[in-house]
């Protein structure tokens, strides 16, 4: 029996859900990046990255080639950077209105 379409968003979603993995698509944004460079931008284990590698590679999200000794992986397509970009978008309205409470919450407190 075919997985409901909202349960594969869900998972696709729990697929995300880590810090590393968020910031391994972010740093692929830019262009294909050998391990060793995301190693050095995340400053993580090698056994740590390369789990989480291992994930985004499983979903499809990320491809890896080989260049002589060096693996090298990029984006599956460009809708991963758009997804980001929306993740961005939401998280600026949402911490805007947050702000906006924090602003009247202080305000409340200093007011006679």
Do not use: C, N, W
């Amino acid at each position: 029996m075919p997985v409901p379409l909202y349960e594969a968003k869900a998972e696709f979603f729990r697929m995300l859900g880590h810090p590393v993995r968020i910031r391994v698509l972010e740093l692929l944004q830019d262009g294909p990046m050998p391990v060793r460079d995301l190693l050095a931008a995340i400053e993580i284990e090698a056994s740590s990255l390369s789990q989480q590698l291992a994930v985004l590679r499983r979903s499809g999200i990320v491809t890896a080639t080989r260049e002589g000794s060096t693996v090298v992986y990029e984006l599956a397509g460009g809708d991963v950077a758009d997804l980001l970009a929306a993740a961005r978008r939401i998280l600026s309205v949402l911490l805007a209105g947050q702000q906006e409470l924090l602003d009247e919450l202080r305000a409340a407190q200093s007011a006679p």
